[in-house]
């Protein structure tokens, strides 16, 4: 038996330290807009939860928002609001557009001011991204994605817009909002007024681009008339469009100048349109790459900016506003990981974070299949109302067998309301299956969590056992309450001549170092794990041998790398329309197969707004993909298969087998058996179909609350 740690943990309130003896000084430097003053640098951007839509869930919006204004956030923008009922998102969508609106919105404003944190209103007309029928846009152009064409705007119409939009931030200003924002990025209806992609217009508002952004300052200038002097009005303007006939670098300096002019306080980035094809926020893209192009308008403006995009940890800000790039940062996913960043980072405890792994797992899949936004490293999130992590009625004593993400949930919140608790591993290393995801490249996020997870423990003063293989006896003679099976998953292997050559391997065995795959591979499963070895194969497919050693992270693409694969011009001032260039992949060195039994286009099961960035890296790598095969046997000439009732021979040295998982559940009582503890199973050993962390962790969760 191997223990890994034993701390102690104290529940008292942390002693606050003055700013300027954080680790992070220009985080916690206040920033004076003349009427008003932000507490610090860290700006809660804004992002859809669904809890928006329905007034009866204010209540829960409210308790969401206070935890972050508790947290320490200076700023707080609200998912998008609309002006009026064209510009839904969804049907129903949240709106700002009566006085009876007024008490719910401000009872969010009530919650947040409690800690000296500002909070502004989102005003977002959807224009053609709308999903409803009664989507309008400045041109008859139907964007692809969503399934109505819009109906173009009329003069009258585009004046009772402006008027719609100023009705509401007078509204806000009632509420007791300490400003709005108005959305003008991202490819949605103001967007569109000043992109020549989409406005096709030969009145005012279209062909130059002083028509063209004449809709945009329209309603900047007349919300600063209707609300005053005392009242922040922030844009969110796109920086860089990553669409065709999108701006160049001068135009948004100009709109950016114009907007100045007009009477904004703030200039927040905006990075792509929701229709780009081009990966932007989820994990594979290099943390603050897109910094520089908000710096290039900040040297031109004197207004402050506000820089976004895959920022998620204390270091990152710090940097980006000490070399002066930007004046603010913001963050949205990272403060549904953590409502308590700005406050551990403050402290000195950045260690202490959970940070977002930008997996868009519950935040951003929910939001487009209707649900309620969460995290998957933080299923507390838009559900504080609902769960509290109160302290224990009985003490007790409990064993988590397994330290994988599950486990490890469970453990620390059980611990978290005071119970004593121990967890056994038979490896040598917490975070299981995460260990496999955390050496794919653009992956390397996912030692963030694990990094969580132990320091956690740590702190929480749980017992950590390595390397011990737990029996059914020593269960049976212990004297733990309760017992957490969460022994998680072990590869499946299907059974057909040759799965037992030395070439043939299961993921796992890849991905931990135990096997090197060859010149040529075929990956049998074209499931989530099939599509990252497949990625893992294409950027070199070698792990080193203290892969998992505490210290070791692999070395992550950097934003100039990133560009040149996506076919991003990386220079500040670009020239090139939307940014775009001739995209140039890395070159991929082995000839790599992606097989799958079912018939139909592989990847169908992959994350909605993550899936297709997967699936066009293993098109850039020249993988070869093939649905509806049959495995016929393996020899040392390759892999034989058919397909369309045709054998083939795909002359592979290696065979990467992805074929599922099964539980591992034998410690589980068996139908009969009276345990003296109470036993309970999460995770993969629960159910390990469709293999899902979010699940996992969720489970682990909610088990540590009822423990």
């Known amino acids: 038996m191997n223990t890994f740690f034993k701390g102690k943990f104290s529940k ?48 829960k919006l409210a308790r969401y928002f206070e935890e972050r204004a508790k947290g320490g956030v200076a ?55 709308g999903y409803h029928p009664f989507v309008v846009a400045p041109s008859p152009i139907k964007s692809p994605i969503s399934p109505f064409k819009p109906r173009q705007m009329s003069t009258k119409n585009i004046k009772a817009t402006i008027n719609d939009y100023v009705h509401t931030a007078k509204l ?62 922030s844009f969110r303007l796109s920086m860089l469009e990553l669409v065709e006939n999108g701006a160049v670098m001068t135009e948004v300096i100009t709109l950016a100048t114009w907007l100045e002019l007009a009477g904004v306080t703030l200039i927040n980035t905006g990075i792509g349109w929701h229709e780009a094809r081009i990966p932007t926020i989820v994990t594979g893209v290099p943390r603050a790459s897109f910094v520089r192009f908000s710096q290039a308008v900040k040297e031109v403006i004197n207004v402050p900016i506000i820089g976004a995009n895959r920022i998620n940890m204390p270091d990152t800000a710090e940097a980006i506003l000490a070399d002066g790039q930007v004046d603010l940062v913001q963050m949205a996913r990272p403060f549904l990981a953590d409502s308590a960043w700005v406050q551990k980072a ?95 490249a653009g992956k390397e996020e996912f030692f963030e969590t694990i990094r969580y997870y132990r320091n956690m423990i740590e702190k929480c003063g749980i017992s950590v056992h390595l390397n011990h293989e ?26 057909f001549d040759g799965t037992d050559l030395p070439q043939v391997m299961t993921y796992a065995e890849l991905l931990s170092g135990q096997k090197v795959a060859g010149k040529a591979v075929a990956i049998l499963g074209a499931g989530g794990i099939g599509f990252d070895v497949a990625e893992f194969l294409a950027h070199g497919g070698v792990i080193a041998s203290d892969v998992h050693d505490r210290a070791y992270r692999p070395t992550a693409q950097s934003p100039d790398e990133f560009f040149a694969q996506w076919g991003i011009n990386s220079k500040p001032n670009y020239d090139s329309k939307g940014g775009l260039v001739k995209s140039a992949p890395t070159p991929n060195h082995r000839q790599i197969y992606l097989l799958q039994r079912s018939h139909g286009k592989l990847g169908k099961g992959l994350n909605k707004t993550t899936g297709w960035v997967h699936k066009a890296i293993i098109k850039q790598a020249g993988v070869i993909q093939i649905s509806g095969a049959t495995y016929d046997k393996i020899t ?11 054998a083939q021979l795909l002359r592979v040295d290696s065979v990467v087998l992805c074929v599922g998982q099964e539980p591992v559940n034998h410690l589980m009582p068996k139908l009969g058996d009276a345990p003296k503890a109470h036993y309970h199973i999460i995770g993969g050993a629960k159910n390990a179909e469709c293999l899902d962390a979010k699940r996992a962790i969720r489970e682990g969760f909610l088990l540590g609350l009822q423990l």
Not at 92 to 117: E, P, S
Not at 204 to 213: F, K, P
């Open 470 to 495: 737990i029996s059914d006896e020593f269960l049976k003679n212990s004297d733990f309450d309760d017992i957490v099976i969460a022994t998680g998953v072990t590869p499946r292997k299907v059974q």
């Open 636 to 646: 040392d000439e390759g892999l034989w298969i058919t397909v369309n009732k045709q």
């Open 172 to 233: 806000a200003k009632k509420a007791g909002y300490d400003g709005v924002e108005i959305m003008g990025s991202e490819g949605y209806l103001i967007n569109q007024f000043l992109s020549a992609r989409t406005n096709q217009r030969t009145d005012d508002y279209g062909g130059s681009l002083d028509n063209r952004a004449r809709f945009a300052l329209d309603i900047v200038k007349a919300i600063r008339r209707a609300v005053g002097s005392d009242f922040i009005i």
């Open 12 to 59: 008292s309130k942390p002693t606050p330290i003055h700013a300027d003896d954080t680790p992070y000084p220009h985080i916690f430097r206040p920033l004076d807009l003349g009427f008003t003053t932000l507490k610090n640098r860290m700006v809660m951007g804004s992002m859809h939860t669904g809890l928006e839509d329905r007034f009866y869930n204010y209540g």
């Open 346 to 440: 403050q402290m000195g405890n950045a260690h202490l974070i959970n940070t977002c792994i930008g997996c868009n797992q519950a935040c951003l899949d929910h939001t487009f299949t209707g649900q309620r936004a969460t995290c998957l490293v933080n299923p507390l999130a838009c559900f504080e109302s609902e769960y509290n992590i109160n302290p224990a009625k009985k003490i007790k004593k409990i064993a988590v067998i397994g330290g994988g993400v599950a486990g490890m949930t469970a453990a620390v919140t059980a611990s978290e309301r005071g119970h004593k608790v121990t967890i056994f591993e038979r490896n040598s290393t917490l975070g299981g299956q995460f260990n496999f995801a955390k050496v794919i």
């Open 75 to 129: 700023l707080i923008i609200t998912g998008g609001i609309s002006p009026n009922r064209e510009g839904w998102l969804t049907p129903f969508g949240g709106t700002l557009n009566r006085t009876a609106d007024i008490i719910h919105h401000a009872r969010v404003v009530r919650a947040v001011h409690k800690y000296d944190t500002k909070i502004l209103l989102q005003i977002l007309h959807s224009g053609r991204y």
